[in-house]
């Protein structure tokens, strides 16, 4: 009923860029959701990265302010999450969330494997 399709996860060099999605299907406006993505770490708990909310304001974990831009495309019901200037320690699989506001409920993306490395 709700699935979250993510992509652009990869291999890339400290320094360099990455720009993940997440395609929300769902039977419900896509904007009456606040979407974030979360990041996990092997051993490590699951941590917010960025939120946005359907007007626009967003906010992000200090490790990645001034690095990431999260933004979303209401009409193509679409999260975005530029990454530049990538560290070794963003490496972690990246989640993509959707909240939808009128419930409370949460769902989430299968994950896109991000590794940042020489």
């Known amino acids: 009923q709700v699935q979250l399709v993510e992509s652009g996860g990869g291999l890339v060099q400290p320094g360099g860029s990455l720009r993940l999605s997440c395609a929300v299907s769902?039977?419900?406006?896509?904007?009456?959701?606040?979407m974030g993505w979360y990041r996990q770490a092997p051993g490590k708990q699951r941590e917010l990265v960025a939120r946005?909310?359907?007007?626009?304001?967003?906010n992000y974990a200090d490790s990645v302010k001034g690095r990431f831009t999260i933004s979303r495309d209401n009409a193509k019901s679409t999260l975005y999450l530029q990454m530049n200037s990538l560290k070794p320690e963003d490496t972690a699989l990246y989640y993509c969330?959707?909240?939808?506001?009128?419930?409370?409920?949460?769902?989430w993306g299968q994950g896109t494997q991000v590794t940042v490395s020489s």
């Open positions: 769902s039977r419900n406006i896509f904007s009456d959701y606040t």
């Open positions: 969330n959707a909240k939808y506001l009128p419930m409370g409920w949460d769902y």
């Open positions: 946005s909310a359907s007007g626009g304001s967003a």
